[in-house]
T-cell receptor
């Protein structure tokens, strides 16, 4: 039990589909993150939210759309993805953006056909 | 950008000691973290260094030299379950974490 849960754990979608990844943290943290993990590449930061406000967007294509309705929930909406978007998408939280370690969810393994 | 370097793969024998090195750019440094990630699982926090020196936590220790931009993770009395990827991550002032590529450690019997 990591305190950060992600659903679904596995997702297969076509390039024309629309799907969403969900993340929920039960730790009372103020900051939430989306990371992309591809084979043989470092973790790539995609989005950062602090108290439900987006504070960082690392040049992520618009086919990825984050949503943070409250400090415990984070979504990543996906549409018209490309095969190269296939990766493990990790959600994480921390006490604040400038302090504390990251607590990761188990990840959502995405395959785009 | 801030590049973090670590060896890609390492192999060691059960019961041995292994040292995983990490180098980083020093400008704006505000803390270094080590994470362990088993295949198909979430990364889990191992250690945190912000001052020079050695932090010991059971079989795992982490060392930091801020002037050299260098850290290592030391794993003693290796067990098979220690086979995993070890991620070095640096927090810089005004930025979020920057992760290294990870070191895949294989522990052999």
């Amino acid at each position: 039990e990591t305190g950060v849960t992600q659903t679904p754990r596995h997702l297969v979608m076509g390039m024309t589909n629309k799907k969403s990844l969900k993340c929920e943290q039960h730790l009372g943290h103020n900051a939430m993150y989306w990371y992309k993990q591809s084979a043989k590449k470092p973790l790539e930061l995609m989005f950062v939210y602090s108290l439900e406000e987006r504070v960082e967007n690392n040049s992520v294509p618009s086919r990825f759309s984050p949503e943070c309705p409250n400090s415990s929930h984070l979504f990543l909406h996906l549409h018209t993805l490309q095969p190269e978007d296939s990766a493990l998408y990790l959600c994480a939280s921390s006490q604040d953006t400038g302090s504390g370690e990251l607590f990761f969810g188990e990840g959502s393994r995405l395959t785009v056909l | 950008g801030q590049n973090i370097d670590q060896p890609t793969e390492m192999t060691a024998t059960e019961g041995a000691i292994v040292q995983i090195n990490c180098t980083y750019q020093t400008s704006g440094f505000n803390g270094l973290f080590w994470y362990q990630q088993h295949a198909g699982e979430a990364p889990t926090f191992l250690s945190y260094n912000v001052l020079d020196g050695l932090e010991e936590k059971g079989r795992f220790s982490s060392f930091l030299s801020r002037s050299k931009g260098y850290s290592y993770l030391l794993l003693k009395e290796l067990q098979m379950k220690d086979s995993a990827s070890y991620l070095c991550a640096v927090r810089y002032y005004g930025q979020n974490f920057v992760f290294g590529p990870g070191t895949r450690l294989s522990v052999l019997p």
